[in-house]
Nanobody, 122 residues
């Protein structure tokens, strides 16, 4: 099970920190990914991190603004978001996958959270 939190309403240029707490599976053996879905759009990949936390990958749209990290002692993955823009408004989801590929690919199997709403006002 994955539970996201931290979503909120924030002004353009602001920052937010999303958390994803895992339970029921071996978190330290899973890669983790963050996705988002804006109204009327397909869900899209945002960021991913391997099981050890030593390597990460980002969508071009968030590179340099978002940072993914994890704490395997707390079974938690985090997405630090800064310089937020109105186009970042979406429901954000975390996903756990057995490989980085499965964690960052929507159509691949894995564990999903229920999502947390991020709204960025202009």
């Amino acid at each position: 099970q994955l539970v996201e939190s931290g979503g909120d309403l924030v002004q353009s240029g602001g920052s937010l920190r999303l958390s994803c707490v895992a339970s029921g599976f071996a978190f330290n053996k899973y890669a983790m990914g963050w996705f988002r879905q804006a109204p009327g759009k397909e869900r899209e990949f945002v960021a991913g991190i391997i099981h050890s936390g030593k390597s990460s990958i980002y969508a071009d749209s968030v590179k340099g603004r978002f940072t993914i990290s994890r704490d395997n002692t707390k079974n938690t993955a985090t997405l630090q978001m800064s310089s937020l823009k109105p186009e970042d408004t979406a429901v954000y989801y975390c996903k756990g996958g057995t490989t980085l590929h499965t964690a960052i690919t929507d159509s691949e199997p894995g564990y999903w959270g229920q999502g947390t709403q991020v709204t960025v006002s202009s």
